[in-house]
Antibody
Framework: EVQLVESGGGLVEPGGSLRLSCAAS????????MHWVRQAPGKGLVWVSR????????NYADSVKGRFTISRDSAKNTLYLQMNSLGAEDSAVYYC???????????WGQGTLVTVSS | DIQMTQSPSSLSASVGDRVTITCRAS??????LNWYQQKPGKAPKLLIY???SLQSGVPSRFSGSGSGTDFTLTISSLQPEDFATYHC?????????FGGGTKVETK
């Protein structure tokens, strides 16, 4: 059974940093494109970032470019999202997802909540 | 960026109704379109991928169609567990944009 488990969310002050993790199991991690998607309270889904199976390609939404960094550790089957210079607009549930290609089904984690507030 | 426009943003329906939700892309995305169901406090659940492929385990009352810029999600006979919010997402190019969502509520 595929499992994606996010962690690392919490309360952080504006301007602060946070690193999210997504531990993957039940799949061959090195075959999957990994994504972060976020959802502010009561709002829709917003794609944040993705990383290629070998980590060589990364893409970001304009709203986080230059502030967020996606990375992965294949030895630990774990995806990361380093978030810097956080603002209130970054408050959301952050989900990780995995798919082998843009035409394949995907898997999602349960999400981790990030709240940016003083 | 490709804009995804979903309609309606909400609808009221009864058990047994046929429900149709549409998603329009601002440019052609071939069939690179997924549909998700989301219930409150839960992660999105994939229903349909590449516009019309039914995800394993998803009931056959769900179906998807379309290509290019216009797509449709149909629930042939609405069941009590189908009251939820539905999202479309294009996987054609980054940023992988979502539609605004359609909330299906009980009439």
């Amino acid at each position: 059974e595929v499992q994606l488990v996010e962690s690392g969310g919490g309360l952080v002050e504006p301007g602060g940093s946070l690193r999210l993790s997504c531990a993957a199991s039940g799949l061959t991690f090195s075959n999957y494109w990994m994504h972060w998607v976020r959802q502010a309270p009561g709002k829709g889904l917003v794609w944040v970032s993705r990383i290629s199976p070998d980590g060589s390609i990364t893409n970001y939404a304009d709203s986080v470019k230059g502030r967020f960094t996606i990375s992965r550790d294949s030895a630990k089957n774990t995806l990361y999202l380093q978030m810097n210079s956080l603002g209130a607009e970054d408050s959301a549930v952050y989900y990780c997802s995995a798919r082998t290609s843009r035409t394949s089904p995907d898997y999602w984690g349960q999400g981790t909540l990030v709240t940016v507030s003083s | 960026d490709i804009q995804m426009t979903q309609s309606p943003s909400s609808l009221s329906a009864s058990v047994g109704d046929r429900v149709t939700i549409t998603c329009r892309a601002s440019q052609s995305i071939s069939t690179y379109l997924n549909w998700y169901q989301q219930k409150p406090g839960k992660a999105p659940k994939l229903l349909i991928y590449v516009a019309s492929s039914l995800q394993s385990g998803v009931p056959s009352r769900f179906s998807g169609s379309g290509s290019g810029t216009d797509f449709t999600l149909t629930i042939s006979s609405l069941q009590p567990e189908d009251f939820a919010t539905y999202h479309c997402q294009q996987t054609y190019s980054t940023p992988l944009t979502f539609g605004g969502g359609t909330k299906v509520e009980t009439k």
